[in-house]
Each structure stands twice: as C-alpha cells, then as structure tokens.
C-alpha cells in the first residue's frame, strides 16, 4: 500500500520558519519527481515547488526564494523548508508523487501576523 504521510505542520508567527517532511512508503521515490502543493480556504489547491529525480527543483514565484524542497531517496523523504513565513502561506500543504495519483492527507501550515 503506497502512502505519502506529511508532517512539520503547525502555527508559527510571521517572519517564523517551518520544516515539513513528506515520508513515502510502499513505493521507491528515487523513480518519480516530487512536489509539495498546498490549499488555503477557500482556494483550489496549487502547485509550490517540485523535484525531480535528479534534484532539479522548482518553484511557484510566490515562494521562491523563501522556500527550499529537498529529498533523500535513501530514505524516501521529500522536505520542504519554509522561511520568512507569511499569513498568505497560511495553507494545508501536501506531499504529491508527480505523474501519479499518490497524495498526501496533508499537514497545516498556519502564519500568523
């Protein structure tokens, strides 16, 4: 059973910094490109940043420069380190295989001013 299980999520003030973690089990990450996505009320769900299996990353231009997202396929984890944090990043983020159905339950993100 493939499961993709984030976690790091929680309330940090603005400016603050957050670490979430995405653990892959049931199915080799090192194959497929990652992505983090997240969805504020309200709002349809968007991408944030991706990495493919080469460690080539990718970002949405809100975050960029804010956000980094790493892996390691040793361990089949997917980060995504979140700093100069922002009420707009308020959002339940979400782990996402790219190119397949396997999504995370999500872990929420809360910034306040």
């Known amino acids: 059973q493939v499961q993709l299980v984030e976690s790091g999520g929680g309330l940090v003030q603005a400016g603050g910094t957050l670490r979430l973690s995405c653990a892959a089990s049931?199915?080799?990450?090192?194959?497929?490109?990652m992505g983090w996505y997240r969805q504020a009320p309200g709002k349809q769900r968007e991408f944030v940043a991706s990495?493919?299996?080469?460690?080539?990353?990718g970002y949405a231009d809100s975050p960029k420069g804010r956000f980094t997202i790493s892996r390691d396929n040793a361990k089949s984890t997917v980060d995504l380190q979140m700093t100069s944090l922002k009420p707009e990043d308020t959002a339940v983020y979400y782990c996402?295989?790219?190119?397949?159905?396997?999504w995370g339950r999500g872990t929420q993100v809360t910034v306040s001013e």
């Open positions: 996402h295989m790219n190119g397949t159905t396997y």
């Open positions: 049931g199915i080799i990450i090192s194959d497929n490109a």
């Open positions: 990495i493919t299996q080469r460690g080539n990353t």
